[in-house]
């Protein structure tokens, strides 16, 4: 694959909107490119892109995923770069890996076999395509998981994320009493988990290895009976802290008039920067007279998912701005996407 087709590719990709839950015309359009490129490509039964390249006795898996959160920007190219949805995050990252595969391929370098799946639902809880690939396929020598980086950097982790619905319920009462209303219980809940994240927090410099709680939403109301106050929270998870664990905390910092529901619980992960991937890399960016640089950080991606039920090298990598994602200004410069692929091209490759 040359540098015009691969212009193409991701080109044509953005322009496919994928919103999650909505990704089958874009895994059409990738397995059809794939198989196009030379490779055996088909839709799995949760809609995932699958297409496998090489013949090598080692195995890879290259794992993107190809939804978008919402939000429509108009596709153009301005000033080198690709503007639209998932440009960055992470259409970028997995034509990349459609590209390289295929030209390493065709150039007679590829090492491995290759096997690309592009997942459905990454941007939302379920991670329903990741699970489906972590439960169904064997365990690969290493994987790479398609999240910007930047062309130049590789992440060596991600932390874990719990997503928790609390309901505060009581008797209606008139603002003039003394008693506090469901929606003063809920702040000053909130103010305890907050609090709580503070003081495990101290002696920690780093974001990475932080208790990063959010209040996402509140809202309160009543019928006249009953008031209620419902909290939104999600909460970012250190290494040291899995979902369970800190369910357990949350539990213990609620009243017995609050009700929590966990919708989603990820642990954190992280690989070693002298796992066999990550020093292949490392390789390629001193080849290219770049001094490797590597990354952890504060969100979640499916290598979260892929990672512990591998117990295989996880590292991510792919072009593109990390702090563009699921922004107005999402754009991806080309000159970097191209970049990205040579150096993928030479990851995969016997050189």
């Known amino acids: 694959m040359n540098d015009q087709?691969?212009?193409?590719?991701?080109?044509?990709?953005?322009?496919t909107p994928s919103?999650?839950?909505d990704e089958a015309a874009i895994a059409q359009l990738l397995v059809e490119q794939m198989n196009q490129l030379g490779f055996d490509a088909h839709i799995d039964a949760v809609g995932n892109a699958v297409g496998v390249i090489g013949a090598a006795a080692e195995t890879v898996v290259l794992l993107g995923h190809m939804d978008t959160v919402p939000g429509n920007i108009p596709v153009e190219v301005r000033d080198g770069e690709l503007w639209g949805r998932g440009a960055v995050d992470a259409k970028g990252s997995l034509a990349t890996f459609?590209?390289?595969?295929?030209?390493?391929?065709?150039?007679?370098?590829?090492?491995?076999?290759?096997?690309?799946v592009g997942c459905v639902e990454e941007e939302v809880a379920s991670s329903k395509g990741a699970h489906f690939v972590a439960q169904t396929m064997a365990?690969?020598?290493?994987?790479?998981?398609?999240?910007?980086?930047?062309?130049?950097?590789?992440?060596?982790?991600?932390k874990g994320n719990l997503r928790a619905q609390i309901r505060i319920e009581q008797d209606a009462a008139h603002s003039a009493h003394a008693s506090h209303t469901a929606a003063e219980h809920g702040c000053e809940l909130w103010q305890a988990i907050a609090q709580h994240a503070y003081s495990i927090n101290q002696g920690r410099e780093r974001a990475f290895d932080q208790l990063l709680p959010s209040l996402v939403k509140i809202e309160s109301g009543g019928d006249g009976l009953r008031d209620w106050c419902e909290l939104l929270v999600n909460v970012r998870l250190p290494l040291d802290l899995d979902p369970a664990?800190?369910?357990?905390?949350?539990q213990q910092l609620l009243p017995n008039y609050a009700h929590l529901k966990v919708s989603g619980a990820t642990p954190a992960f992280s690989s070693e920067?002298?796992?066999?991937?990550?020093?292949?890399?490392?390789?390629?960016?001193?080849?290219?007279?770049?001094?490797?640089?590597?990354?952890?950080?504060?969100?979640?991606?499916?290598?979260?998912?892929?990672?512990?039920?591998?117990?295989?090298?996880?590292?991510?990598?792919?072009?593109g701005d990390a702090a563009l994602d699921h922004t107005p200004q999402e754009r991806l410069p080309l000159a970097e996407y191209l970049q990205a692929i040579a150096v993928l091209t030479a990851v995969l490759s016997n050189d």
């Open 98 to 116: 459609i590209a390289a595969a295929a030209r390493a391929h065709a150039e007679q370098r590829l090492t491995y076999r290759v096997i690309v």
């Open 273 to 319: 920067r002298t796992s066999s991937i990550a020093r292949r890399f490392g390789r390629v960016f001193r080849a290219n007279g770049q001094q490797p640089r590597y990354v952890q950080k504060t969100g979640t991606a499916d290598m979260n998912v892929v990672g512990p039920a591998w117990g295989c090298p996880v590292v991510a990598y792919g072009p």
């Open 5 to 15: 087709q691969a212009l193409q590719l991701i080109e044509a990709m953005v322009a």
């Open 19 to 21: 919103v999650s839950g």
């Open 245 to 250: 664990a800190y369910t357990a905390m949350l």
């Open 139 to 158: 365990a690969p020598l290493w994987c790479i998981v398609g999240e910007p980086s930047g062309a130049d950097r590789l992440t060596l982790g991600y």
